[in-house]
């Protein structure tokens, strides 16, 4: 089996094997670059973190912030995945990006019903309801 790495930058390399014709992709990602692929989906996930706390107010940037910290968590689990040949948690992180979605289109909905219902998307007007 003949290995051809494209680049070193590559997250995969590709396998040619002359017996069938087909080309397999592997990826090259090794657990010593791990950490700094996972300081990349910390920052998603902490730049998320802080737009959820200092934007506590807005209903809108809430809801992103939220979706950032899911971004983040997603990557850690797919670069896990890759780095250790786990496909357990890329599916993990499908899963988890399948709840984010479910919960941005809910979250969706609450937003055009409070707006519609106070005229604006603070969460000031979500107390006025009485809940």
Known sequence: MQKYNLNKQNLFCIDLTPTDNLIHVYPVLTHHELPSWLLFSFALFFIGLVGMVFNYKNFLVTMMSVECMYLGAVTGFVFYGIAFH????????????????CESAIGLGLLVSIYRFGRTIGFSSITALGG
Do not use: E, K, Q
């Open 86 to 101: 786990d496909t357990t948690a890329t599916i993990y992180g499908l899963l988890v990006l399948i709840f984010a979605a």
